[in-house]
């Protein structure tokens, strides 16, 4: 079983620049075909973000378009996600999400693990 964990959260001031860091931790076996982030605002359904596939294609919502900026770290399982111009709209509980994990249960053994959250990590823009 692969574990996603983010990190990077916080307070931040509005126009403020803010990175959320997201790692699939265990026995991943090879580069994870798309790995993205969602957020959750109080009140409000869980929405796509942003994502990055394995083939390097990055996609976002027009809502972070030109200020959000997701970037992976194709050999570590990482994906991250530099905020920047940050607005009180931005607030939310920020998910990373993982599909197709293929794991390594070794002797040549593998397994996929779909559509994988992590715990998500709270982001407050706010003065």
């Known amino acids: 079983q692969v574990e996603l964990v983010e990190s990077g959260g916080g307070l931040v001031q509005p126009g403020g620049s803010l990175r959320l860091s997201c790692i699939a931790s265990g026995d991943v076996y090879d580069a994870i075909p798309v790995m993205a982030w969602y957020r959750q605002a109080p009140g409000k359904q869980r929405e796509w973000v942003a994502e990055q596939r394995n083939t390097g294609a990055r996609h976002y919502a027009d809502s972070v378009k030109g200020r959000f900026t997701i970037s992976r770290d194709y050999s570590k399982s990482v994906v991250d996600l530099y905020m920047t111009s940050l607005t009180p709209e931005d607030t939310a509980v920020y998910y990373c999400?993982?599909?197709?994990?293929?794991?390594?249960?070794?002797?040549?053994?593998?397994?996929?693990?779909?559509?994988?959250w992590g715990q998500g990590i709270q982001v407050i823009v706010s003065s």
């Open positions: 999400y993982a599909d197709g994990i293929k794991l390594d249960h070794g002797m040549g053994v593998t397994s996929f693990q779909y559509e994988s």
